[in-house]
């Protein structure tokens, strides 16, 4: 049996306080999510009992060419026909990625991202008091509060403020290195409010990022593209005495990442994957714990606040497990 009470306090954003009495508490998350496909993973994540669920970007595909919403809204109405009413009774987290943005690989230079922040409010129905409904940007974080163990969820905007990407032209472009002075991923203000709640003394920090932190060696989207964006957050998880897990989606496959205290978990799609009659190239990054899985899957993590253990899965359509880490907190 599980006892909840929520509190919220304000601070540069509103945090929002969860505290739960039980022997486990499990956060289920996943990305890309086409509102025009069948959607039967969502059988095996309500087989999970889970307490949490974390949207990681591309939850609605909306986007077109032109950067109009007219297609985007139609999506969220679709969508809300989709998404099982048993998922919005359990704590609801969710960023965004390209499609639910609104253009495809787009960031801070696309023109309706305003339109496309109140659409995203008001599907996912944020309180109109929430500081995101006047501040620019959708990141946020929240305190989890497991029996007296603490996490604090860290949801990142990979889109609103990041720059523009440079790449190679050509059928199938490769994204090269933005090494401009002032090139960004998240912006000054959002790297302003990160460094403050990375503070807050916790036992687990999660943070939610739509695109991959860790892995370098593929040509698509990914933290790497902006190298000083990306050993600015490496080097600020990894002055954290905690263990930091990444959550990311993007990439319609899904695998397990590490980099000294730094653990990423990508799980990516739930219900559009990506094939071909030769199957997908294998994959290969020197942080890379195992092989990628590119079937329809999800993430959970399982928090055994009493023994301190962290259970990082990846599972398939079928909710049988198919990659996995375990994180000893008191080892570290």
């Known amino acids: 049996m599980k006892r ?30 086409d509102q025009e496909d069948p959607q039967p993973i969502w059988n095996s994540v309500f087989k999970e009992d889970i307490d949490s669920f974390i949207f990681l970007g591309d939850n609605v595909y909306g986007d077109i060419p032109s950067g109009k919403l007219n297609k985007m809204h139609e999506a969220y109405k679709l969508q809300s026909k989709m998404i099982p009413s048993w998922l919005f009774k359990k704590n609801v987290e969710v960023i965004w990625d390209d499609h639910d943005f609104g253009e495809n690989d787009g960031g801070a230079s696309y023109p309706l991202k305003h339109e496309a922040q109140k659409l995203y409010l008001d599907f996912w129905k944020i309180p109109s008091n929430d500081v995101r409904h006047t501040r620019e940007g959708i990141y946020t974080n929240k305190i989890i509060n497991i029996n007296g163990f603490k996490i604090n969820l860290i949801l990142l905007d990979t889109r609103y403020f990041r720059s523009d990407l440079k790449q190679t ?3 199938k472009p490769v994204y090269l290195k933005n090494e401009e002075l002032n090139a960004t991923i998240l912006g000054n203000q959002q790297w302003s409010w990160l460094t403050e709640v990375i503070k807050i003394k916790t036992d687990l920090t999660i943070i939610a990022t739509s695109i991959q932190l860790l892995a370098t060696e593929h040509r698509f989207e990914k933290w790497s ?108």
């Open 4 to 33: 909840k009470l929520s509190l919220a306090t304000l601070s540069a954003s509103l945090i929002f306080t969860n505290f739960t009495i039980a022997e486990h508490y499990k956060i289920a998350f996943g990305s890309c999510l």
């Open 169 to 171: 032209k050509g059928v």
């Open 225 to 332: 593209n902006f190298p000083k964006d990306h050993l600015k957050l490496k080097n600020l998880l990894k002055s954290q005495s905690r263990p930091i897990v990444v959550i990311s989606g993007d990439r319609h496959q899904g695998a397990i990442y590490k980099d000294e205290n730094i653990y990423e978990i990508t799980s990516s799609s739930l219900n559009k994957t990506i094939s071909s009659v030769y199957g997908r190239p294998k994959e290969e990054d020197k942080y890379m714990i195992g092989e990628m899985f590119s079937g329809e899957n999800y993430g959970l993590i399982t928090v055994d606040a009493d023994k301190k253990l962290i259970d990082l899965e990846i599972k398939d359509i079928h909710g049988n497990r198919v990659r996995y880490k375990t994180i000893d907190i008191k080892k570290g």
